[in-house]
């Protein structure tokens, strides 16, 4: 049967680890006894949603020809990887035909869809009034403090 595995590889690692690391599921992939017929970067994306604080990713395509037995196994060994973020192995309907080429995979960084848009208009500021400010009379003051302290007093 033929399969596609599709992984991201964190954004967080430079370019010599993400060759290691790529090489390091192809030799998963030949341990298995898979026949690799494609195995290619779509480079770095930014991520839909963060997964484990990460937000950007590398793609990497591979297509394989594989017995389901061997999917399990390479399902179980890519999710004990550290270094794999997400990975997706799907079957393929259809085998490329002699001399039919294989399409190229072209890979757009996600946008969060409308997002200017649904930003309301910001309100105008409302001015608060205040009520102007009264001079005080110690006098007064102390007179109404009196008042209340006799009245707390008187039960």
């Known amino acids: ?4 595995l599709l992984y991201i590889i964190p954004a967080q690692y430079t370019d010599e680890e993400i060759g290691g690391t790529v090489e390091k599921v192809t030799k998963i992939l030949e341990d298995t006894g ?6 290619e ?8 949603y963060p997964i484990k604080h ?3 990713g590398f793609y990497v395509l591979v297509e394989f020809e594989a017995d389901a037995e061997k999917i399990r196994r390479l399902e179980r060994e890519l999710r004990l990887m550290p270094e794999v973020l997400r990975h997706q192995t799907i079957r ?11 399409k190229e995979i072209k890979m757009i960084s996600y946008e ?8 309301p208009a910001p309100r105008p500021r409302e001015e608060k009034r205040v009520a102007p400010k009264k001079k005080v009379n110690l006098e007064e003051l102390d007179k109404k ?5 006799e009245s707390d007093v008187k039960v």
């Not at 049967?1 to 596609?4: A, D, H, R, V």
């Not at 898979?34 to 195995?39: A, D, G, S």
């Not at 393929?92 to 294989?102: A, P, T």
């Open 1 to 4: 049967m033929q399969y596609e």
């Open 34 to 39: 898979v026949k690799i017929t494609r195995n």
């Open 41 to 48: 970067n779509l480079g770095k994306l930014k991520l839909a």
């Open 54 to 56: 990460v937000r950007h």
């Open 92 to 102: 393929l309907e259809r085998k490329l035909k002699e001399g039919e080429e294989k």
């Open 112 to 119: 969060a869809p409308g997002r200017e848009e649904e930003k």
């Open 145 to 149: 403090l009196d008042e209340i302290l």
